[in-house]
């Protein structure tokens, strides 16, 4: 299996940054190949709604680091979003990169493949990752794509405090599962 991990946050040694590592280490402890892009340190441009990709067989008009992730999007069989909540969802910096996937979208919601999501906020109320949970099944549902595990990191500001929680585990675990069926929320 191949497996994509794409990062949002633009904290190199934070605390997705550390579930991002145990997500790689287990995906390939587990004999998986593993790709990971972290978007914050990517000159990647926000999408402009030009639809030069659907006229030009899918090309960008856009030059930029996308060009990067483009081929592994299109071959991976299991991409990891991992970001930090920021007002109830995702990193602008990762949903950049969600947005660009738009110019291969009919390639893409023909392919199947899953989608995870691992995330951490600093909030410990259960509804903190409501709505990023939402967006990212209704992602799934779009893409036709299966459902991957979820590792939703609450009460966790800083990486000092995930270090001594479970989420690492948590994260290793999903990493290690990747392509097999998830249970629910923070299941692996
Ligand atoms: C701009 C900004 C917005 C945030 N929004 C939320 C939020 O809506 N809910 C929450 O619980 N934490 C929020 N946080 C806290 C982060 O999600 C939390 O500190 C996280 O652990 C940071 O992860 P990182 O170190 O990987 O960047 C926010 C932090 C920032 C800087």
């Known amino acids: ?14 605390t997705t ?6 997500v ?4 390939q402890e587990a004999g998986n190949e593993v790709v990971r892009f972290d978007s914050a340190q990517l000159d990647i441009h926000p999408c402009i709604g030009c639809f030069h ?6 090309r960008c008009v856009q030059d930029d680091d996308m ?5 592994h999007l299109l071959t991976a069989d299991v991409i990891v ?10 990193t602008a910096q990762l949903k950049r990169v969600v947005d660009r996937f738009f110019s291969v979208n009919p390639i893409l919601r023909e392919t199947p493949k899953q989608l995870s999501l691992v995330a951490a906020c600093g909030d410990k109320d259960e509804w903190a990752t ?9 992602i799934c549902r779009y893409m036709n794509w299966r459902e991957g595990g ?6 966790a500001y800083t990486r000092k405090d995930v270090e001594d929680t479970d989420y690492p585990m948590m994260a290793r675990s999903l990493g290690a599962g990747s392509g097999t069926r998830p249970k629910g929320e923070n299941n692996f």
């Open 1 to 14: 299996m191949k497996v994509l991990i794409l990062t949002g946050s633009p904290h190199l040694q934070g």
């Open 17 to 22: 940054a550390l579930l991002a590592d145990e």
């Open 24 to 27: 790689s280490v287990g995906a």
């Open 53 to 58: 990709c659907r006229k030009n067989d899918g």
């Open 67 to 71: 060009i990067q992730i483009y081929p």
């Open 81 to 90: 979003l991992v970001t930090p909540v920021y007002y109830f969802g995702m």
């Open 130 to 138: 409501d709505a990023l949970v939402t967006h990212f099944r209704t």
């Open 150 to 155: 979820m590792v939703l990191a609450r009460g």
